[in-house]
Structures are given as C-alpha cells and as structure tokens.
C-alpha cells in the first residue's frame, strides 16, 4: 500500500495530456511510482509504466507523461521538477500512426515483395532536440502495437545507447523496452534483462563522424548489409522497418553524410527535429530528386535540456562502469586479465595521426578531402601498436577479426566482440592488467584502441 513518507516524498497529480518532466544528478537517486488508489496511466519516452511498480533514476533528464491523468509519487530529490502543460506528444503519436500504417501495408505484401519492407525513418537535427528521445518513442509505440522495431544509432559520441560510448550499433526490440534504463547498454556477453538480440556493434573511434568521413562511411555500409541480412532472416522486423538516430547533424557541410546514410540505409522518411533550415534543406535536397522519401519537420519539445559537458561524461562514465560492472538489477563481476607483450597472441591496433608523411591507409580521411589534398594533423589512421602506458584508462575494443588476418582494412571494417578496460600498464615488463567481462586469456583477436570515448571511466 501507499503509505506516504512525509519526509522525503512529493506527490504531483497530473491532468490528461500533461507530463513530469525531472533531472536526477548523476550522484543521487530519485523513485518514482504511479499512485495506485487514483486513477491513470503514464509512460516514459513510449514506454508505459506499471502501476504501484517505483522506477529507479539516476543521472537522467526526463519526463513521464499520461494521455489520461494519474498521481505520481516521488521519493527522494530531484534537483528540477515540474509540471508541463505543452508537450508535442500528440503529434509524435501521429508520427507512429502513419508509421504504423505503412507496417500494416508491409505485413500484407508477400514476405519476399519488395513491399514488405517497412517504413525506415531517419531522424536528423541539432544537439539535444530530442532525437534520442523520440527515436525511444516511436520504438516504444511500435513494440506496445507487437511490431518489431529495428533501432540504430549512428551517434558514436553519444553516451552509449545500445552499447559503450564511441560505437554505432543496432538490435531489434521485440518486448518492452526498461523504463529506467531505456534501451541499455549490457555487454553482449552477459546475461541481460533487457530484451534485445545480441546488438549488431562497430566501433568507429572518434567523436564526430565529419572527422573521419571516409571511415564513418565505411561503417555506415557495413552496418547497413549486417542489418539487411538481420532483416532477411526476421519477417516481422522486416515489416516493421528502421528507427535510425544520428550525430548531430545541423549544417550544410553534412547534407553528404545524410545523403549517404539516406541511400544506404533505403530511407523512406526523413523527420527533422529543431532546425528549420536542416529542413528546407532536405526538402531542397530529397523532396523532387527522390519522390519516395518523405521529408517532415516535427516539433522539439519544450522538456528538452542541453546538457552540459560534465554531464555528457558523467553519463558516458557510467555507461561504460555498467558494461563491466552491471546495475542494480543485474550485478556484474568483470576478470583482471593480466596480458603479457612477449609474443602476444592478439593483434593490438591503434588510431593514430598521420602527420608523418606516411599516405597509405588513411582511413580516416575528413569529409571533403582526398589522399592528394590532406592537412596534415587532422588525418588519422589506423597502425599497429605496441604497448604502452598511454593506453591507461582507455577502453580497448576486441574486434571479430583473427589476430593472424589483422589487416588494416579488416581492423577498419570489422564488427565488435566485446571491450576491455586498460587498469594499469607496465612499460618495463611491457605487461598490462586489463578488465575483461569474460574469464581466461585475451583472446587471439585484433584489438583496436580509438581517440574517442576519452579515458577515466572507472575512476
Ligand atoms: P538529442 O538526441 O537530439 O541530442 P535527446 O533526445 O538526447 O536529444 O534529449 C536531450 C536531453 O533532454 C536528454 O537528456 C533527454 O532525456 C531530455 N529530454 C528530452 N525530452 C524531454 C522531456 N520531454 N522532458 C524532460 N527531459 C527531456
């Protein structure tokens, strides 16, 4: 029963349509549950709550919003709190209807028509518009309705949304999203509450994809035939379509890379979130060219917070602790690994700059330049590397690529197993400790360690 602790406890009663929108630093924890003796639903960016059930958050900017009214009980202290009254719900749900009946459509077609290939919808904009959040949305939408929505997150600066910072990954949802953890992060080798498949993860090791244009590409079109082939083998998700969220993609000189993600991706809806000109520009770009694609301009709401860059990595941080070590609900205990560099079995890779004058290999190319015309310190590459202790706090990513084969083309392009975390390196012994999620010996892989997420997690 709802025995109310005065001392701690807020209750808000929120009328239909309106939602509580709250901020929980990363250092406290706030629990918040649906009043059970007053009436009334509410959801969580889609995903919908169960009554008298408390939600844990920590580290999180939020809102819980109801279509019928109900009373939330809060314990413990958000540091902002309050009532909306606006919200661009409505128009989100219109946004999942259209969606939905394009599925349906799909789901009559013959599994092998071209027509039973469901909506795939890009979502493009500035920072902290929104994306993410509506991205959860219309998969929360889409699962409630028993589809089985494939989401992708081409933002490998983000903070981890279906894996560690620093990757672009993808999974298909087929039961209810967590609300507390949204899609999660869980490594894909440990056993997970959260109903995903195994994520389909790359790592691209820098922040922003105009950086290393040429190799953000390259995964962008490895990613898209690993999810066709996913698509192949699952009827429903084929039905459902794509739910593809990006970087933050606000200026001209990245109308090639929306282009291109576009095409390879078969995009047939483009929402733009928060920027009119982002959208009289892929109106310009898409709406005659390419008749089939769909270009809409959908409301930011109101909710949506910047967050600043301490937060960013507090958040990151915490990702990349709840790979190794787990959550509340599903405790982890990661291995030290001790690793020896005499004759190593794996294969360690690295992305370095290439203002050596060295040309080959330069996967990294910035967007607008080509071999003959490169500006020395922003070129990075990937080379062979030895151990150091400049890997210290860094995360180093097992690739699905055998130590004997690893070409720089494979390290390039190849798929993720899993990550380690550097403890503590020794020059001298040349001998590293590393955090490992799996017991035994490093396996007999190609190892790659990026520029981007930045290191210190665990400390
Ligand atoms: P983007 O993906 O465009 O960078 P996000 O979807 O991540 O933006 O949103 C930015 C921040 O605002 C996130 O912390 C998110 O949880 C928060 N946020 C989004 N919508 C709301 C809302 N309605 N109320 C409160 N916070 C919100």
Redesign the pocket.
């Known amino acids: 029963s709802d025995l109310i602790n005065t001392s701690s406890s807020l209750e808000r009663t929120l009328k239909p349509h309106q939602?509580f929108?709250f901020e929980v630093p990363p250092t406290a924890s706030v629990t918040i549950k649906i009043k059970t003796d007053a009436p009334g639903t509410a959801e969580l960016f889609g995903t919908e709550l169960s009554r008298g059930t408390p939600y844990t958050f920590t580290g999180?900017?939020?809102?819980i919003y109801t279509w019928t009214g109900c009373t939330l009980i809060i314990e413990g202290a958000p540091s902002v709190e309050y009532i909306a009254e606006e919200?661009p719900m409505s128009t989100y749900l219109n946004l999942h209807i259209a969606l939905e009946k394009l599925r349906v459509a799909a789901s009559d077609c013959p599994p092998t028509a071209d027509g039973a290939q469901g909506p795939r919808i890009l979502l493009i904009?500035p920072?902290?518009?929104?994306?993410?959040?509506l991205c959860k949305i219309l998969t929360g939408y889409a699962i409630r309705q028993g589809r089985k929505p494939m989401v992708i997150n081409l933002d490998g600066g983000s903070e981890g949304v279906l894996s560690v910072p620093g990757t672009l990954s993808a999974a298909s949802f087929g039961s209810v999203m967590d609300v507390e953890d949204g899609f999660g992060n869980s490594p894909m080798s440990a056993p997970s509450a959260i109903p995903v498949k195994l994520p389909l993860v790359y790592y691209y090791g820098l922040e922003a994809p105009e950086s290393g244009a040429k190799r953000y590409k390259k995964l962008v079109t490895r990613m898209s035939v690993a999810v066709n082939s996913r698509l192949e083998e699952d009827i429903e998700s084929k039905n459902t379509g794509l739910i593809i969220d990006t970087p933050?993609f606000d200026n001209q000189s990245n109308g090639d890379l929306i282009s291109y993600i576009v095409a390879e991706f078969s995009v047939t809806a483009i929402a733009v979130l928060g920027s009119e000109r982002l959208y009289n520009t892929m109106l310009k770009s898409f709406s005659s060219a390419s008749p089939n694609i769909n270009v809409i301009k959908l409301p930011t709401?109101g909710?949506?917070?910047d967050?600043d860059l301490p937060f960013k990595k507090a958040c990151r941080d915490a990702a990349v602790k709840k790979y190794f070590f787990g959550d509340e609900k599903c405790t982890l205990s990661p291995y030290t690994v001790t690793v020896e560099f005499e004759s190593p079995t794996f294969a360690l890779w690295e992305v370095v700059d290439s203002a050596d004058g060295d040309r080959t290999n330069l996967s990294f190319l910035p967007i607008g330049e080509d071999e003959s015309s490169l500006q020395g310190e922003e070129v990075r590459k990937l080379a062979p590397a030895d151990i150091d202790s400049r890997f210290e706090n860094l995360i180093i990513t097992v690739l699905q690529v055998d130590a004997n084969h690893a070409t720089a083309k494979e390290v390039g392009e190849s798929p993720v197993l899993g990550f380690l975390y550097v403890q503590e390196v020794d020059d001298k012994a040349k001998r590293m400790k590393v955090l490992s999620p799996v017991p035994g010996r490093v396996p007999a892989k190609a190892l790659l360690v990026g520029k981007w997420p930045e290191g210190m997690f665990l400390t």
């Open positions: 939602e929108r999180c900017k939020s809102a919200t904009g920072p902290d518009v929104g994306k993410t959040t933050s709401s909710g949506c917070v967050r």
